[in-house]
């Protein structure tokens, strides 16, 4: 046994070691070859981890041997892309005999509205194209896998492997769409914006949100060929968190200075300085999602246009730094290891490496538009998407509407908004414009149930605009219907509470809808769903199904009745002291960055029940008698806090069930000592002779003579149900969290049979 130990003992001590070890040998590397100046510790240490992964997937997955499962179609459409030049591929070039023009590159930014639609098609006819039983899109992004392309990193070879890599992609967009050029990401542009993720490129128009699935813009909805490494959950969509870790970093105009005023080439290889992988790796981290994971990283547009950017500045260094023949010849002394020679063939083309080096790139086939910079003389850009900043003379990207804009007042940082204290905003004017711009084409279905869910801002607070809203699909007739949030909210419910209007399901049936939520910016607002096994709440699909049957319903409360509506979600069947609003089900986050299910669950442990200031209270009585009697309920307080309240039953039985009662006293938060009352029952002003029983709160049942106590402190109170809000006494009793058919109704204090 001590021997065990022992030996457990001395494992993990070693362990501990090597893992030491191996930490400082990284951090060691990196301050030794690298300029430390650049990156933090965090980010150090983000760039090791990534590495060691990417090894490891290529020394395990080596033995697949990529090229050898793939079919003869899929081989013959690899091998075609890469013989293939702008001249000898791409159809119209070549029907109209025109000499082949380069392919000129621009900032996405920079693309007009037609290249950015035509773009979009190119695209998507690359992930819509099926090779066998692989879509082209997907193929390519099998050629960045560690076991095709062993020497696509961490290395000399990563720079013009990337090169030929993206010209195969190129090719075969234009053999979509013969116009279309690939536009790279200059992410300087975005780099230092009060908030990075809030810049333009993250929206509809150009990549699409950045905020979990990616579900606006061209790509929406894009299915990924694996699901996402490193996930909790089971994501095969297109999935992003821009911004989303703190040691996170795009590039800055100072590190694409470093990059081009290298004196070799050597200086820009990962075996002799780690700056420059290392600094488009944490862009990769930045963007997050399927951009996290090297191997898989393609699966992303963002790839295509982070790399072109870097190839871009690559060749920046090139024209800077370097004679056409050291272009050329110039490779680095220290090479990693054999993946990454001169000589080497480029696995898996059937190119070497030098041949990566080839003037020919960018003399025949593409050239870089650089982004012209604004000047005193000329303040201004070259783009919509730009603004010019003039305290550094650049020019930036602009922040969306609703983004944060901090320290930039008065200038022109907004993308079709004004920054004013620190948020891009709109007149007033044109916000009401907006909103029955909106409201067109609004229909309601015809038969309806409630539920309730709540839009969330990037600190977790609930949205309170009447601009925020749901566009609510019918996913089996295709009707839509927009809700909003109803602009004010009251306890119980959650600010932010929007109410979902769902197509009724009939018995047997079940109605499917679609969401989508948008604050009242426009912004996209991710959804997030409640895990009932880890009880957290993580990112999910925006779709419901609701049913009668909670087995194939989604766990979503909901209720027919307009009324009963502000209390889903909620338990009536407790203390109102200890009445707390659960979060919905289904709850959206419209910020650009992902917030923690903790943040969303804290929502709700913020909303108290105002204290009751009413005169009076309202609870049930059970009184189980014969149909036709005519009796009178009177509850009499025992001290001087009120007069009698006396009622015919009939009149205060509830609507749903004749056997319960509801009855007034006095408010017990308005009396210290609490309140006792006697509850009788007459007839003709005599007292009846009815069995009393009282429940207590374990259920336990024994004979009583009808004396209640309310108190303010639920362990004084008998009766812990009571409500001075009237709207709340035909669900009074009920448990109304979750699916309807687990709804629960507790007994009151005292029944009475007579
Ligand atoms: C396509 O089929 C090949 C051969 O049957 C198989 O090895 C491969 O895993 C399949 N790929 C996908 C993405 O289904
Ligand atoms: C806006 O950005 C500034 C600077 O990054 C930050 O301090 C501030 O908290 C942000 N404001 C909001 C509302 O997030
Ligand atoms: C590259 O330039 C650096 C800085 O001038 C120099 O120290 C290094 O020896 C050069 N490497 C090669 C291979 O020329
Ligand atoms: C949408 O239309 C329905 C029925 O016409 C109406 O009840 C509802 O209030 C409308 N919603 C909005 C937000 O205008
Ligand atoms: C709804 O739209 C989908 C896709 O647009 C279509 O396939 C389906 O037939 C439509 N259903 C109805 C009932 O119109
Ligand atoms: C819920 O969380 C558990 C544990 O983290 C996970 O295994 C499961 O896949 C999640 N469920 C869904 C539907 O994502
Ligand atoms: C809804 O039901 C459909 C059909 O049964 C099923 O494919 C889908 O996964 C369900 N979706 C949810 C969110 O439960």
Redesign the pocket.
Known sequence: MFQMILRLLVTFLWLILISQSKLDSCEQWIKQLGDLDFFTEAQIRMVCMHQKEWVKDRDEEAGKKFLEVTTDNQLKYLRHVEQCTRENCVREARRKKRAPTKSIRKEIRMMSPAELRNLGIAMNGLKNRQIDNITAWDLHTLVHYPDSAPGAHWGPAFLPWHREFLRQFEIALQTEVPSVTLPYWDSTLDQGLPEEADSVLWTDELLGNGNGYVKTGPFANWDTNVLMPLSQIPVKKLYRSTGGREQDRLMTPKDANWIITRQNFSQLTFCHDKTFESMHGLSHVWVGGFMYVIRVSPNDPTFYMHHAFIDNLWEKFRQNSQTREEREEQWATKNCNSNHGFDVQMKPFTIQNRDGLSNQYTDEWYEYQPVRHCTIEDATCDSNFYWCDMKTWRCRSRVVYGGNCTGYEGTQICYNSVCSQGKCVVPPRVRSATKSRI?DG???FKEKVWAKTVLLDENGKGIEDDLSRIVITDLVTNQT????HSGETVFPEIPGTVYLSLPKPRAGKMSRVSLEARDQFGRYCQAQCMNSTSERYQVCQPFLNISLNSEISSPVSFTHSMSSRTFLNLDLSVHPRQMHPEMPYIVFVCSRKLVTSAMIKQAAEVVRAPTSTENYVFFRVAVFREESSNYQIEVSPYSDVGPIFSSSIEKAASAFDPNIVYVQAPNPELHKEGVRVRVSILSNNNRVQCQVKCTEKDGSMHQCDGDVDLHSDSTLSQEDVFTSDPHSLPVLGWNMKGHPSFWRHKMPFLSFHC
């Open positions: 409201e609004n229909l309601s219907q927009i809700v909003f």
